[in-house]
T-cell receptor, first 114, second 114 residues
């Protein structure tokens, strides 16, 4: 059973489109994250949700809107996609915000904006 | 400004020998550190962590050493195995208000040759 699963794995879309990436975790974790790994391999946190509540929003453009319908899901919706949004997006979860425990990552979604 | 630096983008080691991956940091507020391993087309997976109150943590073939005065940590893998070939990310965490933040290095690609 996959612990953290995100779909789709690959996403190719045109500039200006709106797209969503879905993430689900079956670990019973309270905290979920979205990370972006850009072409320079920087892995940066975008958002953190704890029990469906937004905890961290790291200077991400308003075009990015996370939505957490319940503790097990954290979806990422992106409006008006730009070329610079091309990256690999990772979803992750951990037991609780503020703890030192490790996060479990999904396999990533490679987004290519053309 | 990179707060967590992995200065070696790649490392090649013979099977059975020791692999040493290095990580330097600049922020003295970091109070715990983690190493993640990443295979191609997969998300990072947690490997080992260390709190700033310790200088060594060992888990099987993996040992992390922390030198706080030098703001330096290293991951030792002994003996190295071909299956260890992956990208290794160093991450450092600190409290930001009620939240805990992780800053990631760019990764070091390890190749273990049979």
């Amino acid at each position: 059973d996959t612990a953290v699963s995100q779909t789709p794995k690959y996403l190719v879309t045109q500039m200006g489109n709106d797209k969503s990436i879905k993430c689900e975790q079956n670990l019973g974790h309270d905290t979920m994250y979205w990370y972006k790994q850009d072409s320079k391999k920087f892995l940066k946190i975008m958002f953190s949700y704890n029990n469906k509540e937004l905890i961290i929003n790291e200077t991400v453009p308003n075009r990015f809107s996370p939505k957490s319908p319940d503790k097990a899901h954290l979806n990422l919706h992106i409006n008006s996609l730009e070329l610079g949004d091309s990256a690999v997006y990772f979803c992750a979860s951990s037991t609780r915000q503020g703890s030192n425990t490790e996060a479990f990552f999904g396999q990533g979604t490679r987004l290519t904006v053309v | 400004d990179q707060q967590v630096k992995q200065n070696s983008p790649s490392l090649s080691v013979q099977e059975g020998r020791i692999s040493i991956l290095n990580c330097d940091y600049t922020n003295s507020m970091f109070d715990y550190f983690l190493w993640y391993k990443k295979y191609p087309a997969e998300g990072p997976t947690f490997l080992i962590s260390i709190s700033s109150i310790k200088d060594k943590n060992e888990d099987g073939r993996f040992t992390v050493f922390l030198n706080k005065s030098a703001k330096h940590l290293s991951l030792h893998i002994v003996p190295s195995q071909p299956g260890d070939s992956a990208v290794y990310f160093c991450a450092a965490g600190y409290h930001a208000g009620n939240n805990r933040k992780l800053i990631w290095g760019l990764g070091t690609s390890l190749a273990v040759n049979p």
